[in-house]
C-alpha cells in the first residue's frame, strides 16, 4: 500500500506535465496548484480505503485525468443551458430568457457607475424606480409604480404597507400555494395583514365580499390562480364588480394577477390570462405582477396604481429590503420600451417570439435535424414528432401550446441516464423525457441553438462515460 502511494508523482511533478501547463496558461497557477492537491488527497484516500487492487495510472494518465477534473470543476456553477424541455418559463431554467435590448442595458450600467438615485438636471437625490416608471405607467395605464426583487415580495411589500394589522379579504377559492414556498395565507401572516376568508372553494359571490366589509378593512384582494382550475359548478364576482364595491366603501381592491401579461396572448393560444392594462382599466387600485414571466423582462416584481398607495408602499421600511438594483432596472426600462409597440415587442421580447414561431418552422427544423441526429453513434433513432409544450412558470399545465420534437432513443443505456449525459455536455441541454425517449422540443430552442445542440450530441459518441465518482 505505502509502496502504491509512494509511487504517485509530487505535485510540483505533475505541475511540470504539458497537459497542467495548459491548465495553468487557461486559468492560473493558485487554481491548478490546488486542484492537483486536492485530486492527490482524494487519490490518496481512494487507495488506502479500496477494498480491492487499484492500478495507479502512470504519470501522462494521471496528468490526464486531473487537468480533466480542473477544468470541470474550475466551470462556472451557474451556466447557460439549451431549454429543450418546451416549457416556456421554466422556473429551474431561470424563467424569461432576456431581449439583446435588454442584455446591452445591463452590460452598459454594469461597465461603470450610473445615475442610479441621482436626478441629472438637478444633481439632487431622486428615486430609483425613476428609470422605469413612466414607461411602467405608459404600458400599463397606471398612475404610478415601485420594483422590488420578486412578485412574491410585491405581495409581501403591499399587505404590509396598507393592511398590516387589519382585515385583507380574499375568497377562499383564491387562496393559492404556488411554486412550494409561495402560499398566500402564510405571505398575508407574514405581512402582518389579517386573512378574512369568504365564500367557498367553488363559490364566492360578491355578497360575500360585502358581508365581510367592516371598520378594520384594509383591502379587497384578488388573486390569479396560476396554476389551477376549478371547473363545474363555479363562481366568483367580476373584478369590475369587487372595484365598485370598493369604491362604494372605500376599500381598495389588489389585483394580484401574477404572470403580468402586458399584452392579450389568447393569439398564442394561452388563453385566461389576466391582462395588466385591462385589470388597471377596470379601476383595481394597486395591480401586481412578476417581471419575469409573461412579460418576458428580468426577475422582478411590479406594482402599479394610484399615486397615494403606491407613495405609501414605497415609503414602507421593508421597500429598502426589497428594491432592486441597476441591473434589473435597466434590464426592466429596456424590455418595456419593446412594448411601447407591440409588433416590435412581438418581434424582440424573446419569450413572444418564441411563442409566435409558426409550427410549419419548427416542423421544418425537426425534420432537418433529425436526420442528423440520427447519424450520429450516441443516437440509435431520432424522429420528428407533433407534441404540446407548456407555458410554465406557475401556469397552468392544461394551457398546451403546439410544437415539432425531435425523440431521441439513445443506443445505449437508459433513458434517464442519457438525459444526464446531456445535461452535462457542452452546452448543457436539458430535454423531456416521455414514453421512454428524450423529446428535445424546438418551441423553446433558439433557432441559433441549433448547431449547439448538435454539437453536444456529437460529441457524446466520441467520449468515453463521464467519471462520475469524484
Ligand atoms: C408567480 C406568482 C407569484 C409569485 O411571483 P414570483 O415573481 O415568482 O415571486 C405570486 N402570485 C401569483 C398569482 C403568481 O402567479
Known amino acids: 500500500m505505502s509502496n502504491l502511494l509512494r509511487n504517485i508523482p509530487s505535485v510540483n511533478e505533475l505541475l511540470e506535465s504539458p497537459q497542467l501547463r495548459t491548465v495553468v496558461k487557461k486559468l492560473n497557477r493558485g487554481a491548478v496548484v490546488s486542484g492537483v492537491r486536492d485530486f492527490l488527497t482524494n487519490f490518496r484516500e481512494e487507495i488506502q480505503t479500496a477494498v480491492s487492487d487499484v492500478n495507479i495510472p502512470t504519470a501522462t494518465e494521471l496528468a490526464d485525468q486531473i487537468a480533466d477534473w480542473i477544468i470541470q470543476t474550475e466551470q462556472p456553477k451557474l451556466r447557460p443551458v439549451i431549454n429543450a424541455t418546451g416549457v416556456l418559463l421554466h422556473t429551474g431554467l431561470g424563467r424569461a430568457p432576456l431581449a439583446e435590448e435588454a442584455r446591452n442595458a445591463i452590460a452598459t450600467v454594469a461597465d461603470g457607475y450610473a445615475n442610479l438615485e441621482v436626478n441629472l438636471e438637478s444633481g439632487a437625490r431622486s428615486q430609483r424606480v425613476d428609470a422605469v416608471e413612466k414607461l411602467l405607467c405608459q404600458t400599463t395605464g397606471a398612475e404610478a409604480a415601485a420594483v422590488v426583487n420578486n412578485n412574491a415580495g410585491a405581495t409581501l411589500l403591499v399587505l404590509a404597507a396598507i393592511a398590516a394589522g387589519r382585515k385583507v379579504i380574499v375568497s377562499r377559492g383564491q387562496l393559492v400555494e404556488i411554486g412550494g414556498s409561495f402560499r398566500l395565507p402564510e405571505v398575508m401572516a407574514q405581512s402582518g395583514a389579517i386573512l378574512a376568508e369568504v365564500g367557498t372553494t367553488n363559490k364566492t359571490h360578491l355578497e360575500d365580499f360585502e358581508a365581510a366589509i367592516g371598520e378594520d378593512c384594509a383591502a379587497m384582494m384578488r388573486v390569479h390562480p396560476s396554476n389551477f382550475v376549478i371547473e363545474g359548478f363555479t363562481a366568483t364576482p367580476s373584478l369590475e364588480a369587487l372595484v365598485a364595491l370598493g369604491h362604494k366603501h372605500n376599500i381598495p381592491v389588489i389585483d394580484d394577477v401574477g404572470s403580468g401579461a402586458l399584452i392579450d396572448f389568447a393569439k398564442y393560444g394561452v388563453t385566461g390570462e389576466p391582462i395588466v392594462p385591462a385589470s388597471i382599466k377596470t379601476g383595481a387600485d394597486l395591480v401586481l405582477f412578476s417581471g419575469d414571466k409573461l412579460l418576458g423582462g428580468p426577475q422582478c416584481g411590479i406594482i402599479v396604481g394610484r399615486k397615494a398607495l403606491i407613495k405609501q408602499v414605497a415609503t414602507h421600511p421593508l421597500m429598502r429590503a426589497f428594491r432592486v438594483d441597476k441591473v434589473t432596472l435597466a434590464a426592466l426600462a429596456a424590455t418595456l420600451r419593446l412594448y411601447q409597440e407591440q409588433e416590435i415587442a412581438e418581434e424582440r421580447v424573446p419569450l413572444l417570439s418564441l411563442l409566435s414561431t409558426p409550427i410549419e418552422n419548427l416542423k421544418n427544423r425537426a425534420e432537418r435535424l433529425a436526420p442528423q441526429l440520427a447519424a450520429l453513434p450516441s443516437i440509435q433513432s431520432a424522429e420528428p414528432i407533433q407534441d404540446h409544450s407548456f407555458l410554465g412558470g406557475g401556469s397552468v399545465p ?29 452546452p448543457a441541454i436539458f430535454g423531456r423525457v416521455k414514453q421512454n425517449r428524450l423529446m428535445l422540443d424546438l418551441r423553446t430552442v433558439f433557432p441559433r441553438q441549433d448547431t449547439g445542440l448538435m454539437s453536444a450530441v456529437r460529441a457524446l459518441g466520441s467520449q468515453p462515460e463521464p467519471e462520475q465518482e469524484k
Open 398 to 426: 392544461s394551457q398546451k401550446i403546439p410544437t415539432y420534437c425531435v425523440a431521441l432513443t439513445p443506443t445505449e443505456g437508459s433513458i434517464d441516464q442519457f438525459a444526464q449525459k446531456l445535461r452535462l455536455s457542452s
